[in-house]
Each structure stands twice: as C-alpha cells, then as structure tokens.
C-alpha cells in the first residue's frame, strides 16, 4: 500500500513538474501564416520573428505607439530569453507593428467619439 502512495506521489510530480514544457510547445507556426494577417511591408520578417516562442494572433490583439513595441522587443530579451532583434530588421518589425498595430486608444485617455474631433 505504502508503494503505491509513493508511486502517485511521483507520478503527480512529475507532472507538475513537466506540464509547463508541455504548454509551452503548444503552439506550433504550423498553425498561422503571415498571409493571415494584414498586409504591409515587412509583415514576413515580424511574422517569423514573433512566432518561434508565442502566435501570432498574441500580438495582433496588442495596440501600441512604436516606443512601446520597442519596450516589449527589450522585454521579452531580458525576461524571456528571447535573442535580441537589432539593426535594420528591428526597424522592419517596429515599423510593421506601429502601423498595423497601433494604439487603440487615444493617447491622454478616453475621447468622446461623437465630439466630431
């Protein structure tokens, strides 16, 4: 009986300990393509850049201006191992983001959107 307990202990642990692996390669690129999004220069090059660690759709939800896509390039470098994206690619993938995927918000907050402005 003592076995058996210490047999499902393991197995529990084990899985714990390994379901993060599992979420984690569930998403495969397999599962979208660039041309599933819209069109622009450089959507390609930003499409492969994002999709080895996470979907796509994941950053088409987003809306930022540029400097904030630029803060999360840099934080997903230092937080998530993610290599650095430099030089002119890095201007390719800011440029796409900014403006395929800009804020949808107005800066300074809520506007009315009957002001007519």
Same mark, same amino acid.
């Given at each position: 009986m003592r076995f058996g307990v210490w047999k499902i202990l393991l197995i529990t642990a084990v899985s714990i300990a390994t379901a993060p692996l599992?979420?984690?390669?569930?998403? %495969?690129?397999? +599962?979208?393509s660039p041309e599933d999004y819209p069109a622009?220069?450089?959507?390609?090059?930003t499409f492969y850049a994002c999709t080895p660690c996470h979907g796509f759709k994941l950053v088409a939800q987003q809306?930022? %201006?540029?400097? +904030?896509?630029?803060?999360t390039l840099n934080?997903?470098?230092q937080k998530h191992g993610m290599p650095p994206i430099d030089g002119e690619l890095r201007k390719t993938v800011l440029d796409?983001?900014?403006?395929?995927?800009?804020p949808r918000r107005a800066?300074?907050?809520w506007q009315n959107p009957f002001s007519g402005q």
């Open positions: 599992a979420f984690a390669q569930s998403f %495969t690129p397999s +599962q979208e622009g220069a450089g959507r390609e090059p809306g930022q %201006t540029r400097q +904030q896509w630029d803060d934080w997903m470098t796409y983001l900014e403006t395929t995927y800009p800066p300074g907050g």
